[in-house]
C-alpha cells in the first residue's frame, strides 16, 4: 500500500528567508512524487514532479523539490519566502510499479509567512 | 484552453437523496480521477478513469460511482446522501496521471442537510 506523510500541520517562517516543507512517502515499488498548493479560494496548482532522473526538482514560483530514497523525503524547498506564498500544500505520491492508478495525497502542510 | 470545469459549483441536497457531479476534462486529457477533500481528512482519493474504464476506487461505500463518457467527461453520483458526505469534491485530468501532474477544477461543494 502507497502512503504518503507530511508531518507539520503548519510551517511559519519569515519573508526573506528559506522555507522547507517536509513530505515522506511508502511506496512498495518507485515512486512518483508530486507536490500542489492551495491558495485561499483557489483551485488545486501543480507545482512540480519527480518521475526519475535528476534527485533536484525545479518547479512553478521558485520552489524545487529535493528526492531522498534512502529517507523516502520529497521535501519541498525554496530559497528566499515571499508572503504570497503562504497557502496550503500537499505532497502527493503514486506507485510507478504496482500499476495502482491512484495518486494519495498526504495531509497537507499550511504555510504561513510573514512579513 | 479552458480548463477543468466541474458543475454544479453548490449544491444543498437532504439526507437520504441522490446527487450527480459533473466533471469536463481539459480537451485531450483521458485521465479523469475524483477526490473528497474534508477539513478533518484532508483529499481522499474516490476513483480514477482513463478512457471509459475505471483503473481504481478508494475505500468508499459503494454508495459512491461514477463513470466516463467517450469524450472524457465524467460524472460520479452519491446515492443515499449522509451528513458525512458533506465537502468538496474534486475532479482532477490528465494527459497520463502517472507521468503527469494533475489540473484541478474547483470543486462543488455538497452540503448534505
Known sequence: ?115 | KAGVTQTPRYLIKTRGQQVTLSCSPISGHRSVSWYQQTPGQGLQFLFEYFSETQRNKGNFPGRFSGRQFSNSRSEMNVSTLELGDSALYLCASSLDSANYGYTFGSGTRLTVV
Open chain 1, 1 to 115: 500500500a502507497q502512503s504518503v506523510a507530511q508531518p507539520e500541520d503548519q510551517v511559519n517562517v519569515a519573508e526573506g528567508n528559506p522555507l522547507t516543507v517536509k513530505c515522506t512517502y511508502s511506496v512498495s515499488g518507485n515512486p512518483y512524487l508530486f507536490w500542489y498548493v492551495q491558495y485561499p479560494n483557489r483551485g488545486l496548482q501543480f507545482l512540480l514532479k519527480y518521475i526519475t532522473g535528476d534527485n533536484l526538482v525545479k518547479g512553478s514560483y521558485g520552489f524545487e523539490a529535493e528526492f531522498n530514497k534512502s529517507q523516502t523525503s520529497f521535501h519541498l524547498k525554496k530559497p528566499s519566502a515571499l508572503v504570497s506564498d503562504s497557502a496550503l500544500y500537499f505532497c502527493a505520491v503514486r506507485d510507478a510499479n504496482t500499476g495502482g492508478f491512484k495518486t494519495i495525497f498526504g495531509a497537507g502542510t499550511r504555510l504561513f509567512v510573514k512579513a
